[in-house]
């Protein structure tokens, strides 16, 4: 599966995809930083790619819907999460994807 990951994911869950063997690109390698929500899913759209993000507004599915897209996977941290908690969480959750 191929994966975008969201300029709000970190350097350790990049690493933590690419080790297990994924196709990952990084909305930060393609300078997307900062770019508008419909401009990151247009590419992941165009790149046949799942995006990973911490980003909410991405878990409308009336302003995204599903079956419009390869997947959007929104990961949900505690509040006060710390980077351990997301490294923790992206290879718990990205194989259910």
């Known amino acids: 599966m191929k994966?975008?990951?969201?300029?709000?994911?970190?350097?350790?869950g990049i690493n933590q995809l690419k080790q297990?063997?994924?196709d990952v690109s990084?909305?930060?390698?393609?300078?997307?930083?900062?770019?508008?929500?419909?401009?990151v899913i247009k590419v992941c759209q165009s790149e046949d790619r799942c995006l990973v993000t911490l980003d909410l507004d991405f878990?409308?599915?009336l302003q995204y819907v599903p079956s419009?897209?390869?997947?959007?996977?929104?990961?949900?941290?505690?509040?006060?999460?710390?980077?351990?908690?997301?490294?923790?969480?992206?290879p718990t959750h990205i194989p259910l994807v």
């Open 59 to 61: 878990s409308n599915p």
């Open 20 to 22: 297990a063997g994924y």
């Open 68 to 90: 419009e897209y390869k997947g959007i996977a929104v990961l949900r941290l505690p509040n006060r999460a710390t980077i351990d908690d997301l490294t923790e969480a992206i």
């Open 3 to 12: 994966f975008k990951l969201d300029e709000n994911i970190g350097q350790r």
């Open 26 to 39: 990084t909305v930060l390698e393609q300078g997307l930083t900062s770019a508008s929500d419909p401009t």
